[in-house]
């Protein structure tokens, strides 16, 4: 267990929702990190928060969007969905930039 | 600018014998390194890192890595691989405050 906590750990939602998931970090991390899996893109990096403010953008589309709120947890809003947004969306947290990053056991999303 | 080559997709091997993994980063400037394993339906958890010092690092499950500046590798080994070993390796690379980047994966099978 990496102490990062995601829900749901699956999501099944029609094409042009929206949908929110939400990470807990580590205890004491300021960094949060959120992930996309998908087998034709791999691992891509979407965004990173440091104590509430964006620190780093990715490949993140403009229909996604996501936030850390003041207790360090996250929430990541992905919106109008396609069926291309089907994925492992993981989260993951550091206690500053420089350190070994952990990972949630992420959220599967399937959209039908 | 940096990215992280995997030259294998897949190996295939057989129980009780070595595995190699190479990885191989490009990037202007010093970077930590990592390696992630992500058995089926899981997250990814670190199998070790390389922030400084030396360039032989050991990590869990009896794995360890190389850091090669000059050619720009961090080749992961283990001298003899279980069944329970089988499952993808991402290298990643992380430079400062920046994002993680990882490589494509490797699936590692391992067979009796």
């Known amino acids: 267990d990496s102490g990062v906590t995601q829900t749901p750990k699956h999501l099944i939602t029609a094409t042009g929702q929206r949908v929110t998931l939400r990470c807990s970090p580590r205890?004491?991390?300021?960094?949060v990190y959120w992930y996309q899996q998908s087998l034709d893109q791999g691992l891509q990096f979407l965004i990173q928060?440091?104590?509430?403010?964006?620190?780093a953008k990715g490949n993140i589309l403009e229909r996604f969007s996501a936030q850390q709120f003041p207790d360090l947890h996250s929430e990541l809003n992905l919106s109008s969905l396609e069926l291309g947004d089907s994925a492992l969306y993981f989260c993951?947290?550091?206690?500053?930039?420089?350190?070994?990053?952990?990972f949630g056991q992420g959220t599967r999303l399937t959209v039908v | 600018a940096q990215s992280v080559t995997q030259l294998d997709s897949q190996v295939p091997v057989f129980e009780e014998a070595p595995v190699e993994l190479r990885c191989n980063y490009s990037?202007?400037?010093?970077?930590?390194l990592f390696w992630y394993v992500q058995y089926p339906n899981q997250g990814l958890q670190l199998l070790l890192k390389?922030?400084?010092?030396?360039?032989l690092v050991k990590g869990i499950n009896g794995f360890e890595a190389e850091f090669n500046k000059s050619q720009t590798s961090f080749h992961l080994r283990k001298p003899s691989v279980h069944i329970s070993d089988t499952a993808e390796y991402f290298c990643?690379?992380?430079?400062?405050?920046?994002?993680?980047?990882f490589g494509a994966g490797t699936t590692v099978t391992v067979r009796a």
């Open positions: 928060y440091y104590n509430g403010e964006e620190r």
């Open positions: 390389y922030l400084s010092g030396s360039t």
């Open positions: 205890s004491g991390d300021l960094s």
């Open positions: 990037s202007s400037v010093s970077v930590y």
């Open positions: 990643a690379v992380k430079l400062n405050d920046y994002k993680l980047s």
């Open positions: 993951a947290s550091s206690v500053g930039h420089q350190l070994e990053v952990f």
